[in-house]
């Protein structure tokens, strides 16, 4: 099983985590039945810059330490790259990183409370450089929690959507879980993964997730979802479900 959204390298994005937590990590998620997991330290935030040496550098290391280990599971470089108007110009210098550097996909955030204006000319111009944004955690976006359609339209430009495993289990609260299962219903996601930020407190719940999803889904539309995140580290094309719009029934002022 591969999950391609964690923050576990050592001395990158929250709290410059050390090295034994990031080994810590790495053994929950082999528990987890993990057995890749694509590195994505935050990048561009207001908090964190975490450019490409640097990232390369930690999976270096910390795949180093987990061969010492013997812990069998292999880390790939990534980042979650917060949006900017020029990033379109960037992945060809020494800032950004794409999915384990197969130059095809890469984690796009967007802020919470907003949809920049240049956000749709954006999705075009990587995708005529050839890359494939993978918009993540759309679920807890402000905005789309209140008009889930303005994700579809950005699906409709060409952007890949993730959801958080956490999302569907629960740990963002009650609606957040269920515009998830929305937004699986009507085939708005093509991948999940666990955005993983500690053991426990954050931790991978990537299993649970699938096992939700197929109640929701199906197992084989399960399964689709985890092949297609086999596929983003190999820069292959996804398996994709044309997406259906939200239509908001209201009755005494509920959804």
């Not at 694509?38 to 964190?48: D, E, I």
């Not at 040496?53 to 069998?72: S, W």
């Amino acid at each position: 099983m591969i999950d391609i959204h964690c923050h576990i390298l050592p001395g990158l994005d929250d709290g410059a985590r050390s090295i034994e937590e990031s080994v810590l990590m790495a053994r929950v998620a082999v528990k987890e039945g993990i057995t890749g997991i694509v590195a994505t330290p935050h990048h561009r935030t207001s908090h964190f810059d975490n450019e490409r040496q640097a990232v390369l550098d930690a999976v270096e290391l910390l795949q180093q330490r987990l061969v010492e280990e013997e812990i069998p599971l292999e880390i790939y470089p990534g980042q979650e790259i917060r949006i900017h108007s020029d990033m379109s110009q960037l992945f060809n210098t020494e800032e950004l990183v794409t999915i384990n550097n197969n130059n095809r996909y890469f984690l796009l955030e967007l802020p919470f409370e907003q949809i920049p204006t240049y956000t749709e000319q954006l999705l075009f111009n990587v995708q005529t450089q050839g890359f494939r944004p993978i918009l993540v955690h759309p679920e807890r976006h402000h905005i789309f929690q209140e008009h889930p359609n303005r994700l579809f339209e950005l699906i409709q430009h060409g952007a890949v959507t993730q959801l958080t495993a956490g999302s569907l289990t629960g740990r963002f609260g009650k609606k957040v879980k269920k515009l998830s299962e929305d937004l699986l219903r009507h085939n708005f996601i093509q991948l999940i993964a666990s955005d993983a930020h500690q053991p426990k407190k954050r931790g991978f719940e990537l299993q649970e997730a699938y096992r939700i999803a197929g109640k929701i889904i199906g197992r084989q539309a399960v399964y689709q979802l985890m092949e297609n995140a086999e596929r983003v580290l190999k820069g292959q094309s996804l398996v994709i479900e044309e997406p259906i719009r939200i239509k908001h029934k209201r009755f005494l002022g509920l959804f």
